[in-house]
């Protein structure tokens, strides 16, 4: 089992920055993918940004140029820097991570104000 929790989330004002946390503990060395969804009110949950173990990192053509995944191995811990935010981004923020299963965090709250 591995678990995740998130962290970073808040209120912004548009063209500012946030970095969410994503730490996994339990079976951390079955972790293979990783990454964050989102899902805004009333809207599907979508793909934001996903980095494999070995640090390919891919995204949302909607975040691209603003978004920066990544993740420290040795903290077991992965992020989500966001630059330029645009109110379009508010969602809650989800991270999850592919070992036997895909595992899910509880989810963050990103909020941009214009």
């Known amino acids: 089992q591995v678990q995740l929790v998130e962290s970073g989330g808040g209120l912004v004002q548009a063209g500012g920055a946030l970095r969410l946390s994503c730490a996994a503990s339990g079976s951390i060395f079955s972790i293979k993918d990783m990454g964050w969804y989102r899902q805004a009110p009333g809207r599907q949950r979508e793909l934001v940004a996903g980095i494999t173990r070995g640090g390919t990192a891919n995204y949302a053509d909607s975040v691209k140029g603003r978004f920066i995944i990544s993740r420290d191995k040795f903290e077991n811990t992965m992020y989500l820097q966001m630059n330029s935010l645009k109110p379009e981004d508010t969602a809650v923020y989800y991270c999850?991570?592919?070992?036997?299963?895909?595992?899910w965090g509880q989810g963050t709250q990103v909020t941009v104000s214009s």
């Open positions: 999850y991570a592919d070992s036997v299963r895909r595992n």
